[in-house]
Protein backbone atom coordinates (compact mmCIF):
# COMPACT_ATOMS: atom_id res chain seq x y z
CA UNK A 1 0.00 0.00 0.00
CA UNK A 2 2.69 2.38 0.94
CA UNK A 3 4.75 1.94 -2.60
CA UNK A 4 1.02 2.67 -4.22
CA UNK A 5 0.40 5.25 -2.47
CA UNK A 6 4.29 6.65 -3.19
CA UNK A 7 3.52 6.06 -7.16
CA UNK A 8 0.37 7.73 -7.07
CA UNK A 9 2.46 10.75 -5.89
CA UNK A 10 4.98 11.06 -8.28
CA UNK A 11 2.22 10.68 -11.34
CA UNK A 12 0.28 13.65 -9.79
CA UNK A 13 3.92 15.82 -9.04
CA UNK A 14 4.38 14.65 -13.02
CA UNK A 15 0.99 15.79 -14.05
CA UNK A 16 1.36 19.04 -12.52
CA UNK A 17 4.84 19.58 -13.66
CA UNK A 18 5.46 23.63 -15.38
CA UNK A 19 5.50 23.62 -19.05
CA UNK A 20 6.68 26.24 -21.00
CA UNK A 21 3.25 26.76 -22.25
CA UNK A 22 2.06 26.80 -18.68
CA UNK A 23 5.18 29.33 -17.71
CA UNK A 24 3.31 32.88 -17.29
CA UNK A 25 5.31 35.82 -18.88
CA UNK A 26 6.63 38.51 -16.96
CA UNK A 27 8.21 41.97 -17.34
CA UNK A 28 11.71 43.36 -16.27
CA UNK A 29 12.90 46.92 -16.50
CA UNK A 30 16.27 47.52 -17.44
CA UNK A 31 18.19 50.87 -16.62
CA UNK A 32 17.49 52.77 -19.97
CA UNK A 33 13.29 52.04 -19.44
CA UNK A 34 12.89 49.00 -21.69
CA UNK A 35 10.63 46.83 -20.20
CA UNK A 36 11.64 43.14 -21.47
CA UNK A 37 8.88 40.58 -21.53
CA UNK A 38 10.43 37.20 -20.45
CA UNK A 39 9.60 33.64 -19.27
CA UNK A 40 11.55 31.26 -16.83
CA UNK A 41 11.14 27.69 -16.39
CA UNK A 42 13.21 24.70 -14.79
CA UNK A 43 15.58 24.83 -12.17
CA UNK A 44 19.30 22.93 -11.29
CA UNK A 45 22.41 23.85 -12.39
CA UNK A 46 24.09 26.94 -11.36
CA UNK A 47 24.64 28.95 -14.61
CA UNK A 48 20.57 30.00 -16.48
CA UNK A 49 20.62 28.82 -20.61
CA UNK A 50 19.45 32.08 -22.14
CA UNK A 51 17.47 31.20 -25.90
CA UNK A 52 18.18 34.38 -27.93
CA UNK A 53 16.02 34.54 -31.51
CA UNK A 54 15.82 34.80 -34.69
CA UNK A 55 15.12 38.02 -36.20
CA UNK A 56 11.11 39.18 -36.07
CA UNK A 57 10.72 36.30 -33.05
CA UNK A 58 9.36 36.41 -29.98
CA UNK A 59 9.05 33.97 -27.18
CA UNK A 60 6.27 32.23 -28.68
CA UNK A 61 8.25 30.96 -31.51
CA UNK A 62 10.16 28.62 -29.59
CA UNK A 63 8.95 24.95 -29.83
CA UNK A 64 7.74 23.99 -26.24
CA UNK A 65 8.66 21.05 -26.50
CA UNK A 66 12.68 21.85 -26.87
CA UNK A 67 12.62 24.43 -24.18
CA UNK A 68 10.85 21.82 -21.90
CA UNK A 69 13.38 19.54 -23.15
CA UNK A 70 16.29 22.40 -21.84
CA UNK A 71 14.70 22.94 -18.81
CA UNK A 72 13.87 19.16 -17.61
CA UNK A 73 17.68 19.74 -15.86
CA UNK A 74 18.24 23.41 -15.64
CA UNK A 75 17.00 26.90 -15.30
CA UNK A 76 16.11 27.97 -18.98
CA UNK A 77 14.88 31.97 -19.96
CA UNK A 78 13.44 33.40 -23.25
CA UNK A 79 12.88 36.76 -24.20
CA UNK A 80 11.49 39.06 -26.67
CA UNK A 81 13.86 41.75 -28.10
CA UNK A 82 13.51 45.82 -27.02
CA UNK A 83 10.53 46.62 -29.82
CA UNK A 84 9.35 43.02 -30.22
CA UNK A 85 6.74 40.89 -29.16
CA UNK A 86 5.82 41.79 -25.42
CA UNK A 87 8.69 43.93 -25.04
CA UNK A 88 8.85 47.72 -24.96
CA UNK A 89 11.00 50.23 -26.79
CA UNK A 90 12.47 50.77 -30.15
CA UNK A 91 13.32 47.88 -32.30
CA UNK A 92 17.35 47.72 -32.76
CA UNK A 93 18.62 48.58 -36.14
CA UNK A 94 21.93 46.68 -35.95
CA UNK A 95 23.23 43.47 -34.51
CA UNK A 96 24.99 45.87 -32.10
CA UNK A 97 21.82 47.63 -30.64
CA UNK A 98 20.31 44.31 -29.92
CA UNK A 99 23.16 43.19 -28.15
CA UNK A 100 23.11 46.59 -25.71
CA UNK A 101 19.51 45.35 -25.21
CA UNK A 102 20.19 42.12 -24.09
CA UNK A 103 22.65 43.12 -22.01
CA UNK A 104 20.86 45.46 -20.22
CA UNK A 105 18.61 42.96 -19.76
CA UNK A 106 20.39 39.99 -18.45
CA UNK A 107 21.76 43.01 -15.76
CA UNK A 108 18.45 43.65 -14.89
CA UNK A 109 17.72 39.81 -14.41
CA UNK A 110 20.72 39.93 -11.93
CA UNK A 111 22.51 37.50 -14.24
CA UNK A 112 26.43 38.04 -14.31
CA UNK A 113 26.91 34.48 -16.32
CA UNK A 114 24.85 32.89 -18.52
CA UNK A 115 24.83 30.13 -21.61
CA UNK A 116 23.22 31.71 -24.30
CA UNK A 117 21.85 29.69 -27.56
CA UNK A 118 21.34 31.88 -30.09
CA UNK A 119 19.32 31.12 -33.20
CA UNK A 120 19.86 33.13 -36.20
CA UNK A 121 20.22 36.65 -35.66
CA UNK A 122 20.56 34.96 -31.79
CA UNK A 123 23.42 33.82 -32.77
CA UNK A 124 24.83 36.95 -33.80
CA UNK A 125 23.67 38.43 -30.84
CA UNK A 126 25.69 35.92 -28.83
CA UNK A 127 28.87 36.36 -30.43
CA UNK A 128 28.64 39.97 -30.01
CA UNK A 129 27.55 40.09 -26.67
CA UNK A 130 30.95 37.30 -26.17
CA UNK A 131 33.07 40.27 -27.70
CA UNK A 132 31.99 43.22 -25.68
CA UNK A 133 31.74 41.04 -22.26
CA UNK A 134 33.27 38.01 -22.31
CA UNK A 135 33.08 37.06 -18.98
CA UNK A 136 29.05 37.28 -19.04
CA UNK A 137 29.42 34.01 -21.45
CA UNK A 138 30.08 30.79 -20.11
CA UNK A 139 28.76 28.86 -23.21
CA UNK A 140 27.80 29.84 -26.39
CA UNK A 141 25.55 27.33 -28.90
CA UNK A 142 24.88 29.05 -32.26
CA UNK A 143 22.37 27.86 -34.67
CA UNK A 144 21.95 28.38 -37.67
CA UNK A 145 24.59 31.69 -38.08
CA UNK A 146 27.43 33.25 -39.05
CA UNK A 147 29.52 36.14 -38.24
CA UNK A 148 27.69 39.73 -37.84
CA UNK A 149 27.76 40.84 -41.58
CA UNK A 150 27.22 37.88 -43.46
Known sequence: ??????????????????T???????????ADGVDF????????GDVPLVLG???ASNMDDWDPLIVDGLAANR?????????????????PDTVA????GCLGFLRAMGLTTVDF?????GGMVA???????????????LCGTGPRGC
Open 1 to 18: MDKQHRKERTIMNTRTAQ
Open 20 to 30: YLQTPTKLIST
Open 37 to 44: AYRRIGSG
Open 53 to 55: GYF
Open 75 to 91: EVITFDYPGMGGSTGVT
Open 97 to 100: EVTV
Open 117 to 121: LGFSL
Open 127 to 141: QQMAFEQPEMIRRMI
